[in-house]
C-alpha cells in the first residue's frame, strides 16, 4: 500500500529528473519532424546553388529510405543492448550526416549524405517512444505522448516557416546545421540523467531478417515514388520492384519464425490490440500526410492563398490535433480508458475527410477551414493512442519492436497515402484540363499536374479556371479515397479490446494492486 501510495504521489507531479529527460526527448522529437519541412522548404535555393535538378527527388528519397528500413532495426537493437545506448547513438549519426549535408558540394553528396541522416532519423521516433515507454507507466503515458503529439505539430507548422526564414538569412546549409546545437543539447541531458538498466544479450542480431526486411521495405517505398512519376505503374521497373518487395517480405515473415532473436518477433502481432493499432497507424499515416500535400494545393491553386507561409494554411487540421492529442492523453490518464479515441477519431477522420472531398471553386477558406479541423479532430484522437495501446499490448522486453513496428506501419502508410493520393489527383487533373481546355490543357499538365504560383499566374484566364476546376476534380478525388480508406480504422477500432492501462492511477473496485500501480524502477538520476 505504501509502494502503491508513493506512485501515485510521483505520478501527479514527475520528479524533476524525469522532466529533463522529457524535454531532451521533446527536442530529438522536434529534430525528427523538422528535418524534411525545413530542408523542403530550401530546396530550390538548394538546387540554384548545386545543380542537379534531375535528381532533386533522391534528396528526399534517400532520407525516407534509409528511416523506414533502419526503424525496426534500431528497435530491436535497444531491446537487446540497451535503449540510452542505441538512442544516443541514432542522434550521433543524425547529427554527422546533417553536418556533412551542410558540407555537401554537389548533389551527389547530398544524397549519400542524407541517407546518413536517414539512419539515424530512424532510431531517433523509436528511441523517444521506447523511453517513454520505459520511463512512465501506461496509465500515465497518455498525456506525455499527447505532448509528443503537438510538438510533430508544431514541428508541421513552424517547419516550412523556420526553413525559409533559415535560408533566406543564412543560406541553405544552416538549415543542416542548425540540428547540431539541437542535438548536443538533447545528447547532454539525455547522457547526465537518463539512467535505464545496462542490457548485454547473448544472441546475435538477425543479419539475414534485417536484409530482408531492408529489401523488401525499400522495394515498396521505391514503388510509391517512382510509381506514377518516373516510371509507369505497369512498367518493367515497377513490376521488378513490386515482385522483389513480395519475395523479400514472404522471406522475412518465413525467416522470423526460424531466426533465434527475430528482428520483428511475429509473437507480438499475437495481441489483437497490437494488430488492430498497427492497421489504425497504416490508415493514420495515409490520410496525414496526402492531406498535408494536396490541402496546400488546393488553397494556393484555387482559394488563391499565398506560397509563402504555407504551414500556416494547415493551422485549423494540425490546430485541432494538437488540442485534442492533449486532451486524449489527460483524460486517458485520468480515466484509464482508451477505447473512446479511436472510435470517435475514426468517425471524425471519415466525415472530414469526406467534407473535404465536397470542395469545389467556390467553397470559403472559412468552410474549408472548418473541414480541416473536423480531420485534425479525428488525427488528434489517434495519433498517439496508437501507441499507447500497441506499448500496452506487448512486454516490457519487446517495448522497442513495439514502439518501432507501430512508426514503421505509420511510415509506409504516409508512402502509400502520398504515392495512391498522388496518383489519383494527377490522372483527375489530366483528364479536366483535357476535357475543359483541350489540347492546350493536356499541354500545361503534361509535365506535372502541380504547377507553382508563377507558372499559374502566366496561364490565359480560361486555362487558369480550367486549372482551377481540375485541382478541385483532383482533390475531390483524392479526399474520397482517404474516407474510404478511413472507414478501415473506423472497423478496426471497433474491435478494439479495453484492457485495462498498467501502471500508477486510483485503484478501482475489482481492480488489483498490481493493476492499479506497478512500482517503476528508479530510471532516471535525481538532478
Keep these: 500500500m505504501a509502494d502503491t501510495k508513493t506512485v501515485e504521489t510521483q505520478a501527479e507531479k514527475p520528479p524533476r529528473s524525469v522532466r529533463v529527460v522529457l524535454l531532451a526527448l521533446m527536442i530529438t522529437m522536434m529534430l525528427a519532424m523538422l528535418d524534411n519541412m525545413i530542408v523542403g522548404?530550401?530546396?530550390?535555393?538548394?538546387?540554384?546553388?548545386?545543380?542537379?535538378?534531375?535528381?532533386?527527388?533522391?534528396?528526399?528519397?534517400?532520407?525516407?529510405?534509409?528511416?523506414?528500413?533502419?526503424?525496426?532495426?534500431?528497435?530491436?537493437?535497444?531491446?537487446?543492448?540497451?535503449?540510452?545506448?542505441?538512442?544516443?547513438?541514432?542522434?550521433?549519426?543524425?547529427?554527422?550526416?546533417?553536418a556533412l549535408s551542410g558540407m555537401a558540394q554537389n548533389m551527389g553528396e547530398l544524397i549519400g549524405?542524407?541517407?546518413?541522416?536517414?539512419?539515424?532519423?530512424?532510431?531517433?521516433?523509436?528511441?523517444?517512444?521506447?523511453?517513454?515507454?520505459d520511463l512512465i507507466p501506461p496509465r500515465e503515458r497518455g498525456k506525455y505522448q499527447g505532448m509528443m503529439a503537438g510538438v510533430m505539430a508544431l514541428a508541421m507548422i513552424g517547419g516550412p516557416l523556420v526553413g525559409g526564414t533559415i535560408t533566406d538569412n543564412w543560406g541553405w546549409r544552416w538549415s543542416f546545421y542548425i540540428n547540431l546545437p539541437l542535438g548536443v543539447v538533447s545528447l547532454a541531458l539525455i547522457s547526465a540523467v537518463l539512467?535505464?538498466?545496462?542490457?548485454?544479450?547473448?544472441?546475435?542480431?538477425?543479419?539475414?531478417?534485417?536484409?530482408?526486411?531492408?529489401?523488401?521495405?525499400?522495394?515498396i517505398v521505391?514503388?510509391?515514388?517512382?510509381?506514377?512519376?518516373?516510371?509507369?505503374?505497369?512498367?518493367?521497373?515497377?513490376?521488378?520492384?513490386?515482385?522483389?518487395?513480395?519475395?523479400?517480405?514472404?522471406?522475412?515473415?518465413?525467416?522470423?519464425?526460424r531466426a533465434a532473436e527475430p528482428i520483428v518477433p511475429l509473437h507480438i502481432f499475437r495481441s489483437r490490440n497490437f494488430t488492430l493499432m498497427s492497421i489504425i497507424g497504416f490508415v493514420t499515416g495515409f490520410v496525414m500526410f496526402g492531406a498535408t500535400l494536396f490541402l496546400p494545393l488546393y488553397q494556393q491553386s484555387v482559394q488563391g492563398a499565398s506560397a509563402t507561409n504555407s504551414g500556416l494554411l494547415l493551422l485549423p487540421m494540425l490546430g485541432a490535433m494538437l488540442v485534442t492529442s492533449m486532451v486524449a492523453g489527460r483524460v486517458t490518464t485520468t480515466s484509464g480508458k482508451y477505447k473512446i479515441f479511436p472510435?470517435?477519431?475514426?468517425?471524425?477522420?471519415?466525415?472530414?475527410?469526406?467534407?473535404?472531398?465536397?470542395?469545389?471553386?467556390?467553397?470559403?477558406?472559412?468552410?474549408s477551414g472548418v473541414f480541416m479541423a473536423v480531420v485534425g479532430l479525428g488525427m488528434g484522437c489517434l495519433m498517439q493512442i496508437t501507441m499507447l495501446v500497441a506499448q500496452n499490448s506487448v512486454e516490457m522486453k519487446d517495448m522497442g519492436v513495439a514502439s518501432s513496428s507501430t512508426t514503421l506501419f505509420r511510415t509506409l502508410g504516409s508512402s502509400f497515402g502520398v504515392a495512391i493520393m498522388g496518383a489519383l489527383f494527377n490522372n483527375r487533373v489530366q483528364d479536366v484540363m483535357s476535357e475543359r481546355a483541350g489540347a492546350l490543357g493536356s499541354k500545361i499538365t503534361e509535365q506535372s499536374a502541380q504547377l507553382d504560383a508563377a507558372s499559374l499566374a502566366k496561364l490565359p484566364v480560361a486555362a487558369r479556371e480550367a486549372y482551377q476546376h481540375a485541382v478541385s476534380a483532383?482533390?475531390?478525388s483524392a479526399f474520397l479515397l482517404g474516407a474510404v480508406v478511413a472507414v478501415t480504422a473506423l472497423v478496426a477500432a471497433v474491435f478494439v479490446k479495453e484492457v485495462p492501462l498498467k501502471g500508477a492511477g486510483p485503484q478501482k473496485d475489482g481492480e488489483s494492486a498490481d493493476d492499479a500501480a506497478a512500482p517503476q524502477p528508479p530510471l532516471v538520476e535525481a538532478v
Design 343 to 367: 472510435l470517435v477519431g475514426s468517425v471524425a477522420m471519415v466525415i472530414g475527410l469526406y467534407l473535404l472531398s465536397t470542395m469545389d471553386t467556390g467553397t470559403s477558406r472559412l468552410t
Design 113 to 133: 549524405f542524407r541517407a546518413i541522416q536517414g539512419l539515424g532519423a530512424g532510431g531517433l521516433m523509436v528511441g523517444v517512444m521506447a523511453i517513454i515507454g
Design 222 to 257: 521505391l514503388v510509391t515514388t517512382w510509381g506514377g512519376s518516373e516510371y509507369a505503374w505497369s512498367s518493367a521497373r515497377i513490376m521488378e520492384l513490386i515482385g522483389i518487395g513480395v519475395a523479400s517480405l514472404i522471406g522475412f515473415v518465413f525467416w522470423q519464425t
Design 474 to 476: 483532383g482533390t475531390h
Design 195 to 219: 539512467h535505464l538498466p545496462r542490457k548485454r544479450s547473448q544472441s546475435r542480431i538477425d543479419y539475414l531478417g534485417a536484409t530482408l526486411l531492408t529489401v523488401g521495405i525499400t522495394s
Design 41 to 98: 522548404t530550401a530546396m530550390p535555393t538548394i538546387v540554384g546553388e548545386l545543380g542537379g535538378l534531375e535528381h532533386l527527388s533522391w534528396v528526399v528519397t534517400a532520407y525516407t529510405l534509409a528511416t523506414a528500413a533502419s526503424t525496426p532495426i534500431w528497435g530491436k537493437i535497444g531491446d537487446m543492448y540497451g535503449r540510452k545506448g542505441a538512442f544516443m547513438t541514432s542522434i550521433v549519426i543524425f547529427l554527422i550526416g546533417s
